[in-house]
């Protein structure tokens, strides 16, 4: 069985793997100047600094499409997503919508979205607790985190 904890770039968390298990980012877009940018770890952080600097007008970011978890849930058998606080995003909200129709076509699949009511270095507490909670389950069933 494949898992995978999905986060939103709100957790800050850019790795392949959170304790051995497999993880996606999925990026939040983050608006200057009417220029979009994708906060994902190829983000221009110099050029997008330096726009930030020049900027007269309020900035803003937009959640992740549905499209965007949608594609994210490929191939896992399990996913646990955990947002940013649905209070500062709709992030929640659209991985929620993502879930349900990924499960119209795949029912099979388990999809867990979790509001975390946080932000940043806490969600990404979480996603490592999670990690941890999968491998001690994975660990009592046999095999190995990529394929429990």
Same mark, same amino acid.
């Given at each position: 069985?494949?898992?995978?904890?999905?986060?939103?770039?709100? %957790?800050?968390?850019?790795?392949?793997?959170?304790?051995?298990?497999?993880? @996606?980012?999925?990026?939040?877009?983050?608006?200057?100047?009417?220029?979009?940018?994708?906060?994902?770890?190829?983000?221009?952080?110099?050029?997008?600094?330096?726009?930030?600097?020049?900027?007269?007008? =309020?900035?803003?970011?937009?959640?992740?499409?549905?499209?965007?978890?949608?594609?994210?849930?490929?191939? =896992?058998?399990?996913?646990?997503?955990?947002?940013?606080?649905?209070?500062?995003?709709?992030?929640?909200?659209? =991985?929620?919508?993502?879930?349900?129709?990924?499960? =119209?076509?795949?029912?099979?699949?388990?999809?867990?979205?979790?509001?975390?009511?946080?932000?940043?270095?806490?969600? @990404?507490?979480? %996603?490592?607790?999670?990690?941890?909670?999968?491998?001690?389950?994975?660990? @009592?069933?046999?095999?190995?985190?990529?394929?429990?």
């Amino acid at each position: 069985m494949i898992v995978k904890i999905i986060t939103d770039s709100g %957790a800050n968390s850019f790795e392949p793997l959170i304790g051995g298990v497999p993880h @996606r980012s999925v990026p939040l877009t983050l608006i200057v100047n009417g220029q979009s940018w994708s906060d994902d770890p190829q983000l221009d952080l110099a050029n997008f600094q330096q726009a930030l600097k020049n900027t007269k007008t =309020a900035t803003s970011s937009a959640c992740p499409s549905v499209g965007a978890w949608l594609q994210s849930f490929a191939g =896992a058998d399990q996913v646990y997503v955990l947002t940013i606080t649905s209070a500062l995003s709709g992030s929640y909200n659209s =991985a929620v919508q993502a879930a349900k129709l990924y499960l =119209a076509d795949h029912p099979e699949t388990k999809i867990h979205v979790f509001d975390t009511k946080s932000a940043g270095p806490q969600v @990404r507490l979480l %996603a490592s607790q999670l990690a941890i909670l999968i491998n001690h389950q994975q660990s @009592r069933c046999g095999g190995s985190p990529m394929d429990y």
